[in-house]
């Protein structure tokens, strides 16, 4: 069973817009989320994270915002850039290790 | 660059055969993790070290073994590839357990196909 999950495969959005990715979970020990974004043939690189004592975190155009009572994350960009066409993983932490989501494709159009 | 290296990139192995994938780091983390990434399943942990001379299981350890040779290396080893076994492996290294906000550093990754 998921613990992370990642119900849209994919996302397309306009540059300039905002792009949502959303997350899920069930595990209400985990004390860390964390957003990765992944390019072909690349490792996923760290993004941005935020500690379950939070609700928001800012980075420049991302922001993560966390939902505890409704066990959601969700991560805004804005403006999306065609450069941020990737695949984006929700992670969370339990017990200093992560469980992943299984990722949203994330398209920019120009 | 500084970061983790991979090796192999890719690699076919014929049901049965063993091989071994190998992770380097070169940034003086304490830990390091081997992940594989299947379709629809996001990135699984295989087994991790959380510094040198410890290995621990993670979710999907069988099939499979672990060494952490130094505080720089980590390899993982297929005994016996099976088909299932086939898929995208990636090694990471962290400060520490304790250190989980500041992400993990990934490698590219080892593309495995087992025939």
């Known amino acids: 069973d998921q613990q992370v999950k990642q119900n849209s495969p994919s996302l397309s959005v306009q540059e300039g817009r905002i792009s949502i990715l959303n997350c899920d979970y069930t595990n209400s020990m985990f004390d860390y989320f964390l957003w990765y974004k992944k390019y072909p043939a690349e490792g996923p690189t760290f993004l941005i994270s935020i500690s379950s004592i939070k609700d928001k975190n800012e980075d420049g155009r991302f922001t993560v915002f966390l939902n505890k009572s409704a066990k959601h994350l969700s991560l805004h960009i804005v403006p999306s850039q065609p450069g941020d066409s990737a695949v984006y993983f929700c992670a969370a932490s339990v017990l200093n290790k992560l469980v992943f989501g299984a990722g949203t494709i994330l398209r920019v159009k120009s | 660059n500084a970061g983790v290296t991979q090796t192999p990139k890719f690699q076919v192995l014929k049901t049965g055969q063993s091989m071994t994938l190998q992770c380097a780091q070169d940034m003086n983390h304490n830990s390091m993790y081997w992940y594989r990434q299947d379709p629809g399943m996001g990135l699984r942990l295989i087994y991790y070290s959380a510094s040198e001379g410890t290995t621990d299981k993670g979710e999907v350890p069988n099939g499979y073994n672990v060494s952490r040779l130094n505080k720089r290396e980590f390899s993982l080893r297929l005994e016996s590839a099976a088909p299932s076994q086939t898929s995208v492996y990636f090694c990471?290294?962290?400060?520490?357990?304790?250190?989980?906000?500041?992400?993990?550093?990934f490698g590219s990754g080892t593309r495995l196909t087992v025939v």
């Open positions: 990471a290294s962290s400060a520490g357990l304790t250190r989980v906000l500041t992400g993990y550093t």
